[in-house]
């Protein structure tokens, strides 16, 4: 669950605060994606593809702008509850392009670029721009990212963390609320540092992990974590190694390549959507315990084993309270076996 002080809907900013921030200089033009956007004013109406997009309005008080939201993988935070059942959830996965425009968007914030990218499993950018609907797509999903290779995308540079920062700042920006966009990136970055603290408390460096998202089926290869994306930044902020090196998002991986790395933990995603069978955790777990090739494994012997929203596994104000949560994970098992 993530921790109130990293995502709570900010309060009490004071006055002091609210009269240093700039209120935003309309028209607002910025740059995202390879794409110019420009604002003649706040939207009013914007609709979200992506959890993360959608809490992240909602972190910054604007969840009375948001008219509809798609592609849940968790349930929306409790804080966020009363706010979010309110609006109409359009698809728990990909909506239609039809169903997006009925709801006469003045934005659409969207998390993952294949939604509305030069394949866009929605519709493309153009597409919308051409009915005059700017597309705000998430840094941390297109910046240094080849969206066009692998099933998820394949990261050119590792994930840099600035990027989550960077949406918040250019959402803040772009609803006129930089003061409360200041307010939450402090809170973030002082939640990440808080994290680092605590897994230097762990004596032994040669910690290694894999991290499995999901499987369209439980026999066959699951989907982990590639070496430059989020949970490898998690990972390796905290002084632990991927044994994953693919430069995809989420690669296909088989068990016996997975075992012979035998990492020191396995990090398993925890879902609400049911796309596959894998989304289960429980299913999961009892996978690892049954499977000939799984249970040898020394971190399903020892119970090294954490489970994880899956969306802290994504690029969303959930990362941080991911990293606490391993790093304090982490720091607790007996590495002595």
Known sequence: ???????????????????????TDYPLTIENCGSPLTFQQAPTRTVTIGQAGTEMLYALGLGDKVVGTSLWFNDVLAEYKPQNDKIERLADNEPSFEAVIGKRPQLVAVELEWMVGPQGAVGTREQFHELKIPTYLLPSDCEAKDNLVGSDGTRLAPFRIDSIYKGVSQLAAIFDVQARGAQL??????SLAQSIATAKRTQRKDLSALVWFSSAEMDIEPFVAGHKGVPDFMLSTLGVRNVVESDEEWPTVGWETLAKANPTFLVI?????????????????????????????????HNRIIILDAMAMQASLRTFAGLEQLATAISGFDLSQ
């Open 185 to 190: 990136n402090d809170q973030l970055k002082a």
């Open 1 to 23: 669950m993530l921790l109130p002080r990293v995502v709570t809907l900010i309060t009490g900013l004071g006055l002091s605060a609210l009269a240093q921030a700039a209120p």
């Open 269 to 301: 995603a925890r879902m609400d959507r049911r796309r596959f069978p894998a989304d289960d955790y429980q299913k999961k777990l009892a996978f690892l315990r049954s499977d000939p090739v799984t249970r040898n494994m020394d971190a399903v012997k």
